[in-house]
């Protein structure tokens, strides 16, 4: 499946939820709706970065090349997720790689169009710029508690369950 | 001291390996046993010579023996760990407060358990399954450090098969690992959640359980809908001795469970 997205589709996404309409309508016009089977790759490591994706369905491992073994897996994505980060900054390469565990359904955005519907229309920018950094904090908090290693054994000195 | 301060004497039946330092004991009555126990309650476990700790019963009300999940994290849950089949355990209880799961009869219930969180929770989701029929979506989320800390591992296929929707995700993934990396919170936001019609049971590390009811309250959940199991220094068990309390409440009788209504204001005080 590689198909135009209508718009009112595009606007039920959770990340895209709240942005005005003619926004979303132009975002519309730079995204396609994909069909990725499970163990399809979306990238890998350190190749260009050219594309983001709304996910609305199934789920995409982000991995870590491990040389001599299997990747390792550092987060899921899921349904309401954004997919892609590193098309936005230089060097606009990827930093992990990623791959639909399951069969996954995702709007796909091409990097290039977005900004430049962002260049001439700024309102846009600014309503994409909030949104990514929005799932960025949510990421940098999730990635915090994850280091709490909150289910470790407690002190030796103290009872648990 | 009272009757109900005196333990009774069970013996070890089984002894299953859960994960690397989490046993998980059935015990059969040698005296007279204890009352029936309600779901979330906990008894007062006793290792003979080493000493005395709360449990939440993880076994469901009125099935075999006397089930606990018990971690190894000192003297007395190490002794408890390591008792084999035939040896003899004191038991008190059963204590406290019930999940309530039937006050989500025609209602969706998720249950959110972190690590040995689930241990507490399972009697409320055996009871939930077996009445399945009562209650809408059953969904239950879990959160564990690393795939080979998940307890209860070899009955997840099973609650599937009665009808609950079973998310697993781990802090770290060992290598092999195809299912959800991420903590537990995240994947509340990829549930279908119905805010008016939701009761979520939550049990977990005390900042899990607060960082769970706060992505509940964001899905619109009512903080009465949510419940939490909390424990504190758990001495007597009969709201006497005083060393489990939490601001006015005595966890051992107004808890271990308790609405994230009531909770919430006492977690965020300091030296509470």
């Known amino acids: ?161 | 001291m009272s009757l109900q301060a005196v333990p009774a004497r069970y013996r070890v039946a089984s002894r299953a390996a859960e994960t690397c330092d989490t046993v998980t004991l059935v015990l059969e009555p040698v005296d007279e046993p204890i009352a029936p126990h309600r779901p979330g309650q906990f008894a007062m476990l006793y290792a003979f010579g080493s000493g005395e700790v709360p449990i939440s019963i993880s076994g469901e009300p009125g099935g075999p023996g006397l089930v606990y999940t018990i971690r190894s994290v000192g003297a007395v849950t190490r002794a408890l760990c390591e008792a084999d089949p035939g040896e003899l355990i004191g038991v008190r209880g059963p204590y406290g407060t019930d999940w309530g799961v039937a006050d989500a009869a025609g209602q969706d219930v998720i249950v959110v358990a972190g690590g040995i969180g689930l241990a507490p929770l399972r009697p409320a989701l055996l009871a939930a399954l077996a009445a399945r029929s009562r209650y809408r979506r059953v969904t239950v989320l879990i959160g564990t450090r690393t795939p080979d800390d998940l307890v209860f591992a070899g009955e997840l296929d099973a609650w599937r098969e009665q009808g609950a929707d079973v998310r697993v995700t781990v802090d770290r993934a060992a290598v092999g690992w195809r299912g959800h990396v991420g903590v537990v919170t995240q994947l509340i936001d990829r549930v279908n959640v119905d805010p008016a019609a939701t009761l979520a049971l939550v049990c977990g590390p005390e900042v899990m359980m607060r960082l769970t009811a706060r992505s509940l309250l964001a899905r619109g959940v009512s903080s009465g809908s949510v419940r939490i199991s909390l424990e504190r220094n758990m001495r007597c068990g009969i709201a006497e001795c005083g060393h489990c309390q939490l601001g006015p409440l005595l966890l051992c009788r107004d808890g271990p469970v308790i609405s994230y209504q009531r909770a919430a204001p006492l977690l965020s005080v300091k030296e509470l």
């Open chain 1, 1 to 161: 499946m590689n198909d135009a997205v209508p718009a009112p589709a595009l606007a039920e996404h959770a990340f895209l939820r709240g942005m005005p309409a003619d926004d979303v309508a132009r975002l519309a016009r730079a995204a396609v709706a994909v069909r990725l089977p499970a163990g399809h790759r979306l990238f890998d490591e350190g190749t260009p970065a050219k594309k983001c994706w709304l996910v609305t369905s199934g789920h995409v491992a982000l991995d870590l090349n491990m040389p001599g073994r299997a990747n390792l897996i550092i987060e899921t994505l899921g349904r309401g997720d954004v997919l892609g980060f590193s098309w936005l900054s230089p060097p606009h390469q990827w930093q992990f790689g990623a791959e639909a565990v399951e069969s996954t359904e995702a709007f796909e955005l091409d990097g290039a169009t977005v900004m430049a519907l962002c260049d001439s229309h700024p309102e846009l920018g600014y309503q994409l710029a909030l949104r990514f950094l929005a799932a960025a904090v949510r990421r940098l908090q999730a990635t915090r508690i994850r280091l709490l290693d909150l289910y470790a054994a407690p002190s030796q000195s103290a009872e648990a369950r």
